[in-house]
């Protein structure tokens, strides 16, 4: 009982927080390989900030994400797709898809929305 409280707590203080492009990047600081920082937690949702330098390494995810533009410019390579993007749009890659993003500037970062069921969700 006392943990779902503190936990309650802080799920409220989260909701009641500005996220910033500031916390944003001090979450990428703060993180463990200084690319991508997480901001907040809600089920099956995870909302982060992503800021590759020089090369994205990563790879395909278990989720559905969608990616959002704060800063830069650049390339995303969707399976087969590439995909131009510059600050402001908003990407989507499905669960298991390889993509990466190429020639992004040195400003390049990314929101990123994780959600949904391990394998993505079904389209209809």
Known sequence: MVLAAFLAVQY??????????????????????????????????????????????????AQDEIYIVQSGSGTLIRGEEQIDFAAGDALFVAAGIEHRFVSFSSDFAAWVVFYGPQGGESSP
């Open 12 to 61: 409220r203080d989260l909701m009641n927080s500005r996220l910033t492009p500031e916390t944003a990047m001090r979450s990428v600081r703060d993180s463990d390989d200084g690319l991508y920082g997480v901001l907040l937690r809600n089920g099956s949702m995870e909302l982060g900030f992503y800021r590759p330098i020089g090369e994205d390494q990563q790879s395909p995810h």
